[in-house]
């Protein structure tokens, strides 16, 4: 994040500059120097590994999983 070296005098010129400095799109510079081949493979695994644990389970054990999702989800 770029520092100001001295803040507006205007609040809402603060408040823009503020915005601007954390909507700058940083994402593209975390991808840099990784293998595009290893991203690929990575974000395909993570959209099947769900249903590929699901499969392997049986009928009982996806009822405990599912009921303890949805505990942990109305405990918030």
């Not at 493979?41 to 303890?68: E, F």
Request: hydrophobic share 35%; charged share 40%; glycine share 10%.
């Amino acid at each position: 994040m770029p520092k100001r070296s001295r803040k507006p005098a205007d609040l809402n010129k603060l408040a823009a500059s503020i915005v601007d400095d954390a909507t700058t799109d940083e994402a593209e510079d975390q991808d840099e120097g990784k293998d595009p081949a290893a991203v690929e493979l990575g974000r395909r695994g993570g959209l099947k590994g769900g249903k590929a644990r699901a499969k392997g389970m049986t009928a009982k054990q996806r009822s405990a999983a599912a009921r303890k999702a949805a505990q942990a989800r109305w405990k918030k």
